[in-house]
């Protein structure tokens, strides 16, 4: 029941990233800016999500985990409620920002809980059925996003949440177990370099994605950001009772997914999500709905295939899995790029479906192995090490794409989907640098979490 609980909570903030993808051009005529400047929005919720993660795992143990998952998840609902009610981009992005706060401690708090509950040999049986019915999310996003906002505006895509955030909060205090609270000393120091260093880094990738043509402030945010962080990390391995635990970097299984090539793999994958919907309307003149039945097609794909992930990966092992996965998702990507605006529906929908398909393995396999080597106590400060590495991969890749969208030479081309094809295929290049990385990764990583008769008898990869 927790790890459905869990499950809810994702679907929930998945939602929310995904459905918004189709409505990006009606938000932007109504905010009278272009619709790449819209990244702010998408970056702003980031920024503020992820320079907040670090007080989740404090925040929990100081009040109780079910205590302020109630509330955060309640305050989802209330964010959401501001957004629709915004008229300018200034005031949608501060609403964004409260509904980042609380989207910053809504997952973290959830999987602490159920990562805490999980002996590590149920691990990928707990992880299955926490994230597989969030993928209904995802699967349902673009085309509702679509439909609503050609049938009642824009606005009525944040309304849905409302309900979705009472009920949640009812079976958070119904489902999940009181845990006592177990007050830690706050880390003052810790959390203003921290913050400060994410806000930084996320901020100069978005306005360096903005203006291409003006570097000089990105690049001194970005040089800011990394200095600062660097005093973060050397604070946290020094502070006793730092803010953030650094043990989990230990494990080269969790170094991999949340920092090295799980990053570098997942950055094309978010910066798709903004050049994807952008290129069906603006340069195929396809409508919201339309474009969104596209993005249906793509997580179908993903969603048809998890069944058999999991025996995929017992018999090629993780390394195979990770590897080979990425590849093909790259390859699919950069495929993406040879579509036009006389491609027939049918083959666009199939080419979406085929890319869904090759993302399913790759992913899954980062899931399930992320904290396949960390111990119990040290789950609190990898949870929230794991979903920095997510936002920062996220803001790396919206940022990248609308940077290829706003180079200087983009809008000298003719052809309105040449920037599109140019941003798929560089994007798809630079996630294939995750494929060595992941073929590095020892023979035996995520033995733990594989059935010990597979492992007796591996199959060669």
Known sequence: MIAIMVAFIMFLSILEATIIATALPDMARDFRISPSELGIGITAYLLVSTACLPLSSWLAQKLGPRRVLAVAVLGFGVASLLCSLSTTLALFVTARGLQAFCSSLMAPVGNLILLRMTPTHRLVEMLAISTTPALVAPVIGPPLGGFLTEAFGWQSIFLINLPLALVGSVLVLRLIPSISPQPTRFDPLGFVLIASALTMLIYGFDRLGAHPDSPSFPTLMLVGGAAIGLLSYRHLRRHPDSLVALDALRHRTFRSIAFGAGMLMRIPF????????????????????????????????????????????????????????????????????????????????????????????????????????????????????????????????????????????????????????????????????????????????GAKIIDRTTLEHPVPA
């Open 270 to 445: 978010m910066a798709q999500a903004l050049v994807l919907p952008l290129c069906f309307q603006l340069a195929f003149n396809l409508s919201p709905g339309a474009a969104g039945l596209l993005l249906l097609a793509n997580n179908l794909g993903d969603l048809v295939l998890k069944p058999i992930v999991g025996r995929v990966i017992r018999l090629t092992g993780f390394r195979a899995s990770l590897a080979w996965g990425t590849g093909l998702m790259m390859g699919t990507m950069a495929a993406l790029a040879l579509l036009d605006a006389k491609t027939p529906f049918w083959l666009m929908a199939l080419t979406m479906f085929t890319a869904g398909l090759a993302r399913s393995v790759p992913f899954t396999g980062m899931v399930s192995i992320a904290f396949a080597d960390v111990a119990q106590e040290e789950l609190p400060g990898a949870i929230v090490l794991n979903s920095i590495g997510n936002a920062m991969s996220a803001a790396v890749g919206i940022s990248l794409g609308a940077l290829f969208l706003n180079l200087p030479f983009a809008n000298e081309i003719q052809d309105e989907a040449s920037p599109y094809r140019l941003a798929l295929v560089s994007l798809a290049l630079l996630g294939f640098g995750a494929v060595p990385l992941f073929a590095r990764l020892p023979a035996g990583a």
